[in-house]
């Protein structure tokens, strides 16, 4: 398990901020994000809910549309808050939009606040990935 730096304090900071900010009427289970990218500033984003339920995003998907829109392009590390004691841990398809912005070696802190938080490299959470790398034009 990868361990936890001064960054991350500020970085729970901000995803504790914008948790604040969460759309979460169905679930009530409000969560933030927070990005530290490659050009030393943090991005933040929370879940936002539909009545349509699946139409719904996450806070680590908006997270990275903060980041993009702010042109920034890789994820240097992400922090996750939630409810509970529970570390809360990016979906599926959360894991796979981190992979397009970030290494195996990225860390990804899940937090649920009443617990302590859980500091794993995205390798550990999504290993064997598809990636864009894979995608590279090639001459055959
Ligand atoms: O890592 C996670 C896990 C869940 N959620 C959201 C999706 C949904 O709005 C609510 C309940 O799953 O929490 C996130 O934003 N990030
Ligand atoms: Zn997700």
Redesign the pocket.
Known sequence: MASLTDMDARLFAAAEAIRQKAYAPYSNFAVGAAILADDGQIYAGCNIENAAYPQGN????SAIAAMIAGGARRIARIYVTGPGAMPVT??????Q?IREFADPETVIISHGVEGDPLALSLGELLPHSFGPDFLTPRAS
């Open positions: 996450c806070a680590e998907t990016p979906c599926g398809g959360c894991r939009r």
